[in-house]
T-cell receptor, first 110, second 112 residues
C-alpha cells in the first residue's frame, strides 16, 4: 500500500460547485496532516493543516478519520482561481519528513 | 521574515554530466532542510533531508547526493546524470520535521 493515495482526478467542475477530494494514508502512527496546493509549474504551498476535530478555512473544510486513515478536503462555491493540483500530505514512518500524495487536479470552468 | 532561494531555475544537461543545485535559507537558524523531486506526471518524491550541518538522510537509492556545508545551505549533486534524473527539484525548509514545509521556487532539470 502506498504511503499516501489520492483520487486520481482530474475533477472538472463549474463555478459555484462543491467538490470533495479524498486521501488515504498507510502509517497509522502519523500525527501531521496537511493539504497543499500546487499551481502549474510552481512550487507547492500550504493550503491548510488538518486537525483531528476537523477544521474550516473559509470555503475549505478538512476532515480527518484516524480509524479509517482517511483525509478529505471539501471546497464549496468553487472559483476559477481554485483550479490547481491539491496534494495530500502526511508525515513519514520515522516522523522525520512529510510524504506527498501524487495530487488531484481540479479544473473550475465558467 | 524567512526566505528560501534555490538556483539555477532551469538547466539542460547532457547525460553523464555533473549536477549541482544550491539552496539557501535566510531568516532562521537550524532549519530542517529537504530535497524533493517531482518527475513529469508523478508526485513529489523525498530525496534527502537534513536536521543539521553534515547530517544527511537519504530516502531513496540513486545517483544523487546531498551535502549541508553550512547551517542554511543545502546542495544537491550528481557526478553523472541519467535521463531519469530529469524533473522538477524542490528545496524546502521547516522549523519542525512534521511542521509546515516552505518550498523554494524549484529547479527544472532536463537531461538529454
Amino acid at each position: 500500500r502506498k504511503e499516501v493515495e489520492q483520487d486520481p482526478g482530474p475533477f472538472n467542475v463549474p463555478e459555484g460547485a462543491t467538490v470533495a477530494f479524498n486521501c488515504t494514508y498507510s502509517n497509522s502512527a502519523s500525527q501531521s496532516f496537511f493539504w497543499y496546493r500546487q499551481d502549474c509549474r510552481k512550487e507547492p504551498k500550504l493550503l491548510m493543516s488538518v486537525y483531528s476535530s476537523g477544521n474550516e478555512d473559509g470555503r475549505f473544510t478538512a476532515q480527518l478519520n484516524r480509524a479509517s486513515q482517511y483525509i478529505s478536503l471539501l471546497i464549496r462555491d468553487s472559483k476559477l482561481s481554485d483550479s490547481a493540483t491539491y496534494l495530500c500530505v502526511v508525515n513519514n514512518q520515522a516522523g522525520t519528513a512529510l510524504i506527498f500524495g501524487k495530487g488531484t487536479t481540479l479544473s473550475v470552468s465558467s | 521574515s524567512q526566505t528560501i532561494h534555490q538556483w539555477p531555475a532551469t538547466l539542460v544537461q547532457p547525460v553523464g554530466s555533473p549536477l549541482s543545485l544550491e539552496c539557501t535559507v535566510e531568516g532562521t537558524s537550524n532549519p530542517n532542510l529537504y530535497w524533493y523531486r517531482q518527475a513529469a506526471g508523478r508526485g513529489l518524491q523525498l530525496l534527502f533531508y537534513s536536521v543539521g550541518i553534515g547530517q544527511i538522510s537519504s530516502e531513496v537509492p540513486q545517483n544523487l547526493s546531498a551535502s549541508r556545508p553550512q547551517d542554511r545551505q543545502f546542495i544537491l549533486s550528481s557526478k553523472k546524470l541519467l535521463l531519469s534524473d530529469s524533473g522538477f527539484y524542490l528545496c524546502a525548509w521547516s522549523g519542525l520535521s512534521t511542521g509546515e514545509l516552505f518550498f523554494g521556487e524549484g529547479s527544472r532539470l532536463t537531461v538529454l
